[in-house]
């Protein structure tokens, strides 16, 4: 119903910025809320941030809350992340997700199909 190709990863050194770009196929994608997961080596997944069908609703954890922002392009068939102020404890492989729901989930097992993850490494 929708593939999810993850792109913007790399190596950036700490306080620097990246942008994550979750490029999606199919004629629905403002079906779907977003959002983006990572995980670390040895470390669960986790939840980083969400955003609603149109945009009008915005989650994030409280570790990224001020420096990443979340956002959509429904036109462009495509999510975001901005990630700001990076640092080291932010290395992960970078995941975007899609829900067929309006609401933000923040559990990953709510979220039916997965991007194949890009890899961010964030040096001290």
């Known amino acids: 119903q929708v593939q999810l190709v993850e792109s913007g990863g790399g190596l950036v050194q700490a306080g620097g910025s990246l942008r994550l770009s979750c490029a999606a196929s199919g004629r629905t994608f403002s079906r779907y809320a977003m959002g983006w997961f990572r995980q670390a080596p040895g470390k669960e997944r986790e939840f980083v941030a969400g955003i609603s069908r149109y945009g009008r609703s915005t989650y994030y954890t409280d570790s990224v809350k001020g420096r990443f922002t979340i956002s959509r392009d429904n036109a462009k068939n495509t999510a975001y992340l901005q990630m700001n102020s990076l640092t080291p404890e932010d290395t992960a492989v970078y995941y975007c997700?899609?829900?067929?729901?309006?609401?933000?989930?923040?559990?990953?097992?709510?979220?039916?199909?997965w991007g194949q993850g890009t890899q961010v490494t964030v040096s001290s």
């Open positions: 997700a899609a829900d067929f729901r309006d609401g933000i989930a923040t559990r990953g097992i709510e979220y039916g199909y």
